[in-house]
């Protein structure tokens, strides 16, 4: 059986007046790859900063966040070393008055690890700008940036490698180049991965499991070959055939109607019903049940 690394449950987020993540369950296994999917203003994010203890002081969180067998309630020690969240916006998260080797060498060194030349090197060509070394953010193209962030979170080897949206800004061809040197840089270094995105094809190819995320909750959870192959919820159905991995009779992408309920709406049983083509009257009064098909779960008063 797999050794949990990461188990959120119950994960509720109001920041105000909105609710934007609620009571929201999944686990990442130490050495895999897990996606976090759903569509954008799912809470995905907002998740993620709750695991790296970044929300900001206003939110209110309830439920729990285990990390390697431990409560998570402070992060001193482990944000930024077995905890290292990785953001959308690679130039906002370097820093544009130092050089990219000194970047690194600076993660080496808060993470008592071997900071030599030969060392930033290493990791610099393990990601392929060893070239850019001497260079500043503001001179490299956004892939470039990307990977001089990938090599400074691989300097702290984290335990959990959280990968935010990072390919959103990158074409096909380099968000796949990106995710595969990302999966093998952590593979090597034993480090796990919650890759977060809206782009399910990508999710297909580099994560074993997947949680599917709709309006702050986790609607259905499994290996990521059984969900779309089998997917259990309504939402998860239409996303697949709303991405590249399914098309319509005519070749066409589907969309799905309606618009996702905002965080200050106040929901009552299921967050999907009021797109859901299969809802029933009882859909906007009672919380879907769970469903369990061995490691696969969905909530969903159909079976
Ligand atoms: S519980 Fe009802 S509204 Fe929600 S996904 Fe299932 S059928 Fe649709």
Redesign the pocket.
């Known amino acids: 059986m797999d050794e949990i690394l990461l188990s959120v449950s119950n994960l509720s987020i109001t920041i105000g007046k909105e609710e934007a993540v609620r009571s929201s369950s999944f686990s990442v296994s130490r050495g895999s790859v897990t996606a976090l999917a759903g569509e954008s203003g799912s809470g995905k994010s907002l998740t993620a900063l709750a695991i790296a203890g970044l929300l900001p002081s206003s939110a209110t969180v309830s439920g729990s966040i285990i990390f390697d067998g431990f409560p998570l309630t402070t992060w001193e020690g482990i944000r930024g070393r077995k905890i290292v969240l990785m953001l959308q916006s690679a130039s906002e998260a370097l820093n544009p008055v130092y050089r990219i080797r000194e970047q690194v060498r600076k993660v080496l060194s808060m993470n008592d690890r071997d900071s030599s030349d030969e060392h930033v090197m290493e990791l610099l060509s393990s990601v392929g700008i060893a070239d850019a070394s001497e260079k500043y953010p503001h001179e490299l193209s956004g892939g470039m940036q990307q990977r001089a962030l990938l090599s400074m979170a691989m300097a702290a080897e984290p335990e959990l490698l959280i990968a935010d949206e990072i390919t959103s800004s990158l074409d096909e061809d380099n968000a796949d180049m990106m995710l595969r040197l990302l999966v093998r840089l952590a593979s090597e270094h034993g480090s796990s991965v919650l890759f977060i995105t809206h782009d399910l094809p990508l999710a297909a190819r580099y994560a074993g499991r997947i949680a599917v995320m709709h309006a702050g909750t986790v ?1 259905e959870e499994g290996d990521t070959g059984d969900v779309l192959s089998s997917p259990g ?3 998860t159905k239409l996303l697949i055939r709303c991405s590249s991995l399914e098309k319509d009779s005519d070749g066409s992408l589907l969309v799905i109607n309606g618009i996702m309920p905002s965080p200050r709406d106040r929901i009552r ?5 009021s797109r ?5 009257p ?3 009064s009672v919380s ?1 049940p769970l469903r369990i098909s061995g490691s696969h779960l969905w ?4 079976e």
């Open positions: 609607v919820h309504p939402y049983g299921c967050s999907f019903s859901c083509p299969v809802s029933i009882a859909c906007s879907p909530r969903c008063v159909h």
